[in-house]
């Protein structure tokens, strides 16, 4: 059974258009995080949620916008799309607790053309 | 804020040759220490960290970590690898003891395995 999936793994799109990437987790984790990897596999923390509470947002612009229905769900809307959006997007999962393990999802590649 | 630096950004070796991919991070207070490993199209999975205790962690695949915390250093070492250890190798840092603290990753370490 897949811990952390996420739906699509590949995102072709145009400029301008809106677009959401999905993830779950079944691992029971009550923190779950966005993270973004340029194309020089550069990882920087986006967001991050506990038990559906923002509580990390770093400097993202607010055409990203997070949701978290329940624990096991955190998607990702992203509005009017540009090119530097062009990226892998990973979900990851873990209990709050500081040390905790985080659990990556295998990312979604966005490509906006 | 903490930041991590990886010194190498490629490390070519061949097969059977011991491997050592250097980390260092910036601060001198408690830290919790990881390495990940990303393999090609995939997703991140945790090699090893350090919380606390033993300076020397082991982790999965024969990998193994050495915390010095003097030098501020956390580098990765195999001492044989093999062609399926070829990943991309990220040290990574959080701050104890608040749970909202986000893992700071290095750039990364790109490690090619050469038959």
């Known amino acids: 059974d897949t811990a952390v999936s996420q739906t699509p793994k590949y995102l072709v799109t145009q400029m301008g258009n809106d677009k959401s990437i999905k993830c779950e987790q079944n691992l029971g984790h009550d923190t779950m995080y966005w993270y973004k990897q340029d194309s020089k596999k550069f990882l920087k923390i986006m967001f991050s949620y506990n038990n559906k509470e923002l509580i990390i947002n770093e400097t993202v612009p607010n055409r990203f916008s997070p949701k978290s229905p329940d624990k096991a769900h955190l998607n990702l809307h992203i509005n009017s799309l540009e090119l530097g959006d062009s990226a892998v997007y990973f979900c990851?999962?873990?209990?709050?607790?500081?040390?905790?393990?985080?659990?990556f999802g295998p990312g979604t590649r966005l490509l906006v053309l | 804020a903490q930041s991590v630096t990886q010194l190498d950004s490629q490390v070519p070796v061949f097969e059977e040759a011991p491997v050592e991919l250097r980390c260092n991070y910036s601060s001198s207070v408690s830290v919790y220490l990881f390495w990940y490993v990303q393999y090609p199209n995939q997703g991140l999975q945790l090699l090893l960290k350090?919380?606390?205790?033993?300076?020397l962690v082991k982790g999965i695949n024969g990998f193994e970590a050495e915390f010095n915390k003097s030098q501020t250093s956390f580098h990765l070492r195999k001492p044989s690898v093999h062609i399926s250890d070829t990943a991309e190798y990220f040290c990574?840092?959080?701050?104890?003891?608040?749970?909202?603290?986000?893992?700071?990753f290095g750039k990364g370490t790109r490690l090619s395995v050469i038959a």
């Open positions: 350090y919380l606390s205790g033993s300076t």
């Open positions: 990851a999962s873990s209990q709050r607790r500081s040390g905790e393990t985080q659990y």
């Open positions: 990574a840092v959080s701050d104890p003891p608040s749970g909202n603290t986000p893992l700071v």
